[in-house]
């Protein structure tokens, strides 16, 4: 894979990757991420969370009695990136400073490149210690990333000497100045791999002994919390040689949280989509997506393939809704429910496949749920096959609704096509 290309999909959040990375993956905010990764010895910029100005204080008195300090970093604590851009990161030179940035901070809606038009509201600051001391001269910003390549099926870590900017610009403006170095899973970290890693960002002397440390361990807390990306910019070498965490982006694969039960209490439900909240509540699997085609499927593999389905029709996948192997009128009404949450749905397009469930029954559960909605105002492609499929077109026929049956893949994609034109 084109490495510019690569970091672009996962920093950009292109439709098909993002969908991959939001879809099993839990976010965590930055002062969660760093406890994971002292949790592995990976050097930190060390802070504590506040939820109000007057924590705040408290976190930096005791901050100043642990470190020394007497500068503080206040930041926002969002699922986005960018926050300084926004005002969301600040400097705070004394506790006075402390409580009126915090204030200023708290309860703000911040806007970044990451975050909708409206922002984010930020409920919480992370107040930190400045770790950029004497030196200046001395000091260097890295960028260093540990994720999955996943036309190589190998761990990569991707890193660059341009620490503290926005890596995409770096990856379209300067693409000789990002590395990639990939990683066995079943060999992990081979230690001439984090010394070569070391030596491309120009380091030597105790610097580069600290750096080999340093990534050797990033990739240990990657691998043992399975996670789906672990993300640090900037990375510092201070003026000590010291490397240090300065900041971190870290997301968690949901299919292994059953491993790790003490991460869900990381999750922060006023972060997520509400609807793809809702949707976990009621057990269905459901991303939401900038399109005007919602999808109702039954099976990963399926929605995928539904997803290329109207691409080829000329339309865009607003959702990716898996409802299992039981869909039956209840999970298929609230089904319904979530994709029509979405102003920008201009037709759905439901695609079940029926081998552990009868597809006359999903039929039924189809029109069972389509008369309790009074606020269905969309064309509906329905296409079932499988078991009873004959009988489930001639349920959908009858119906006298606003539901049109298909059986071929070109069918559907023909009905998607007409209805979103």
């Known amino acids: 894979m084109n490495l510019t290309l690569n970091i672009n999909l996962i920093l950009n959040n292109s439709n098909f990757l993002s969908f991959v990375v939001i879809f099993v993956a839990m976010n965590l905010h930055e002062y969660q991420g760093k406890q994971l990764l002292e949790n592995f010895n990976v050097s930190i910029q060390r802070g504590y969370v506040a939820n109000n100005p007057d924590e705040a204080v408290e976190c930096a008195k005791k901050l100043s009695k642990e470190t020394g300090t007497n500068i503080f970093v206040i930041k926002a604590q969002i699922h986005a990136g960018g926050r300084g ?53 001395e000091r260097k910003e890295f960028y260093i990333s540990v994720l999955l390549n ?71 807390a990657y691998a043992k919390s399975d996670a789906s990306l672990f993300e640090i910019n900037p990375v510092l070498k201070a003026s000590d040689d010291k490397i240090i965490a300065v900041d971190s982006k870290v997301t968690i694969d949901e299919n292994a949280l059953f491993r ?15 609807v793809e909240v809702e949707a976990r509540e009621n057990g269905l699997n459901y991303v939401d997506l900038d399109g005007n085609v919602g999808c109702m499927v039954n099976g990963a593999g399926l929605a995928m393939a539904t997803m290329d389905l109207i691409k080829l029709a ?23 429910r ?18 552990i469930v009868r597809c006359d029954r999903v039929a039924e559960g189809i029109v069972s749920a389509y008369k309790n909605l009074d606020n269905i105002n969309v064309p509906i492609i329905v296409r079932l096959q499988g078991t009873n499929a004959d009988k489930a077109k001639d349920i959908i026929d009858s119906s006298g609704l606003n539901v049109l049956s298909a059986t071929a893949f070109d069918e559907a994609a023909n009905k998607v096509q007409s209805a979103i034109n």
């Not at 660059?160 to 970290?189: H, K």
């Not at 790790?260 to 972060?271: A, G, T, V």
């Not at 000329?314 to 319904?336: M, W, Y």
């Not at 994709?339 to 749905?345: A, G, S, Y």
């Open 85 to 137: 851009k926004g005002g969301g990161v600040k400097i705070a030179k004394n506790l006075e400073d402390v409580k009126r940035i915090s204030s200023d901070i708290i309860g703000m809606n911040l806007i970044t490149p990451q975050t909708s038009k409206e922002g984010k509201l930020v409920r919480k600051v992370l107040v930190a210690e400045d770790v950029y001391y004497d030196g200046v001269s």
């Open 150 to 220: 996943r036309s190589t099926s190998k761990n990569m870590i991707v890193y660059s000497t341009e620490g503290g900017v926005d890596i995409e610009a770096v990856a379209e403006n300067t693409p000789n100045l990002i590395f990639n170095e990939e990683i066995d899973p079943g060999l992990g970290i081979l230690p001439f791999q984090a010394r070569k890693i070391a030596f491309n960002l120009g380091l030597e002397g105790l610097a580069f002994k600290n750096m080999t440390k340093f990534v050797s361990n990033l990739y240990d």
């Open 260 to 274: 790790h039960k003490e991460y869900e209490s990381m999750r922060d439900l006023n972060e997520e989509n509400p």
């Open 338 to 355: 979530l994709i029509l949450q979405d102003t920008n749905v201009k037709a759905i397009l439901v695609n079940i496949f029926g081998g």
């Open 314 to 336: 000329g339309g865009e996948p607003a959702n990716f809704l898996d409802v299992g192997g039981t869909a039956d009128s209840e999970r298929v009404e609230k089904a319904f």
